[in-house]
């Protein structure tokens, strides 16, 4: 190659190869949280031995044509919502939070309350666990601030929310908010100065001030929404907190609570209903959509009233008043959690649990196409990408 070759191939090579691998870590990258310990066969729900879970990191650069580019031996679980893990904004670390641990009682595997949360190493090739972090009892959804160096895990058992802080790879349990409650799930808002959590026993989102570090609850400001609030994100522009809450069971359609986010008393300004079991939701990055993939009757008993053979997926327009209105629907496989948007808002992705499967779909015109589905080496039960 003479030299004014080799020039010119440097001009038209992408800057991220220029970078290296450290300035486009992640930030192309999903989660996906596998557990191997709960199944469902004619029976319904059973448990299993520990020892099979992963977590998966899928690179979605090509957001059409998503693939595995790292497998990770590490617990993880389908009992709590499925936001237990999230990238950091910087696309540095991946987040997981495992919520339960499964203890053998005679013949029988009982499910126990765990504490730990995974640190990965999304610059490393491939990613790789670099620490494991203490919180509080059964973590279950997490959030991370815009600005990267704050997390907030909601905790089932524990009744609480932790605080870690983020510092370059360095993360750190730093705090402890009692909530008397069992907490499902929590967001953080854009601006970084607010955080709403699932108190879903009591079906009410508690609110939470951020100042740095600290962290705290009042009590009074308790917003009312839906039965089981257990899933949450917040609109890009921070004007609202949108809910998704599964307790109505059997045929019954479920809610979805769209809080008003700003202002000194935060509350619900409208409710919706997309199906029923809205377990897992999100909203896209650029703000324009929502998505949840509907349970349905997929995960009952074969010989139940409600069971169904599928889930469906719901593509939801967000209006400027934070009001969600149902565009399209599809035909998902069985049980599906976990959902993700591509980092473009173009593309959704939502795996089927019982299936062992990711379904991608186009977004155009507000209609969802499907344009693939890929086989996961387990059964998918989380799923998100950086936060933002």
């Given at each position: 190659?003479?030299?004014?070759?080799?020039?010119?191939?440097?001009?038209?090579?992408?800057?991220?190869?220029?970078?290296?691998?450290?300035?486009?870590?992640?930030?192309?990258?999903?989660?996906?949280?596998?557990?191997?310990?709960t199944t469902f066969?004619?029976?319904?729900?059973?448990?299993?031995?520990?020892?099979?879970?992963?977590?998966?990191?899928?690179?979605v650069s090509n957001?059409?044509?998503?693939?595995?580019?790292?497998?990770?031996?590490?617990?993880?679980?389908?009992?709590?919502?499925?936001?237990?893990?999230?990238?950091?904004?910087?696309?540095?670390?991946?987040?997981?939070?495992?919520?339960?641990?499964?203890?053998?009682?005679?013949?029988?595997?009982?499910?126990?309350?765990?504490?730990?949360?995974?640190?990965?190493?999304?610059t490393a090739d491939?990613?790789?666990?670099?620490?494991?972090?203490?919180?509080?009892?059964?973590?279950?959804?997490?959030?991370?601030?815009?600005?990267?160096?704050?997390?907030?895990?909601?905790?089932?058992?524990?009744?609480?929310?932790?605080?870690?802080?983020?510092?370059?790879?360095?993360?750190?349990?730093?705090?402890?908010?009692?909530?008397?409650?069992?907490?499902?799930?929590?967001?953080?808002?854009?601006?970084?100065?607010?955080?709403?959590?699932?108190?879903?026993?009591?079906?009410?989102?508690?609110?939470?001030?951020?100042?740095?570090?600290?962290?705290?609850?009042?009590?009074?400001?308790?917003?009312?929404?839906?039965?089981?609030?257990?899933?949450?994100?917040?609109?890009?522009?921070?004007?609202?907190?949108?809910?998704?809450?599964?307790?109505?069971?059997?045929?019954?359609?479920?809610?979805?609570?769209?809080?008003?986010?700003?202002?000194?008393?935060?509350?619900?300004?409208?409710?919706?209903?997309?199906?029923?079991?809205?377990?897992?939701?999100?909203?896209?990055?650029?703000?324009?959509?929502?998505?949840?993939?509907?349970?349905?009757?997929?995960?009952?008993?074969?010989?139940?009233?409600?069971?169904?053979?599928?889930?469906?997926?719901?593509?939801?327009?967000?209006?400027?008043?934070?009001?969600?209105?149902?565009?399209?629907?599809?035909?998902?496989?069985?049980?599906?959690?976990?959902?993700?948007?591509?980092?473009?808002?173009?593309?959704?992705?939502?795996?089927?649990?019982?299936?062992?499967?990711?379904?991608?779909?186009?977004?155009?015109?507000?209609?969802?196409?499907?344009?693939?589905?890929?086989?996961?080496?387990?059964?998918?039960?989380?799923?998100?990408?950086?936060?933002?």
């Open positions: 190659m003479t030299l004014r070759s080799a020039a010119i191939a440097l001009c038209l090579t992408p800057a991220w190869l220029l970078a290296g691998a450290d300035a486009r870590a992640g930030t192309n990258d999903v989660l996906i949280g596998l557990d191997q310990k066969d004619a029976n319904g729900q059973t448990n299993a031995p520990p020892g099979k879970d992963a977590v998966l990191v899928l690179d957001p059409a044509k998503p693939r595995i580019r790292a497998n990770l031996p590490l617990m993880n679980s389908l009992l709590g919502p499925p936001t237990n893990l999230q990238i950091t904004p910087d696309g540095k670390l991946g987040l997981v939070a495992n919520s339960v641990v499964m203890n053998q009682d005679g013949s029988a595997w009982k499910t126990a309350p765990d504490d730990k949360l995974f640190v990965i190493d999304l491939p990613p790789k666990l670099i620490d494991t972090v203490t919180v509080g009892k059964q973590p279950s959804g997490m959030s991370i601030a815009r600005k990267g160096d704050l997390a907030l895990i909601a905790n089932r058992a524990g009744k609480s929310v932790s605080v870690v802080s983020i510092d370059g790879m360095t993360v750190k349990a730093v705090g402890e908010v009692p909530l008397e409650q069992e907490a499902a799930a929590v967001v953080i808002t854009p601006d970084g100065k607010r955080a709403f959590v699932c108190l879903n026993v009591v079906n009410k989102v508690g609110v939470l001030a951020i100042d740095g570090q600290n962290v705290t609850y009042d009590k009074s400001l308790d917003i009312p929404v839906a039965f089981n609030p257990y899933n949450i994100d917040a609109t890009p522009d921070g004007k609202y907190v949108i809910v998704s809450n599964t307790g109505a069971q059997g045929l019954n359609a479920d809610a979805i609570a769209t809080i008003a986010a700003t202002g000194p008393h935060p509350h619900v300004a409208d409710l919706m209903s997309p199906g029923n079991g809205p377990e897992g939701f999100a909203i896209a990055p650029d703000g324009k959509w929502a998505a949840t993939p509907l349970l349905l009757g997929s995960g009952a008993k074969p010989t139940a009233f409600n069971h169904t053979e599928n889930g469906q997926a719901v593509l939801m327009s967000v209006g400027p008043d934070g009001h969600l209105g149902v565009t399209s629907r599809a035909k998902l496989g069985a049980l599906p959690e976990a959902v993700a948007f591509s980092p473009n808002s173009q593309y959704v992705y939502m795996g089927n649990y019982i299936d062992q499967n990711l379904q991608t779909f186009h977004i155009a015109n507000g209609k969802l196409t499907d344009v693939g589905t890929i086989k996961l080496p387990g059964q998918p039960a989380s799923m998100r990408g950086p936060a933002r």
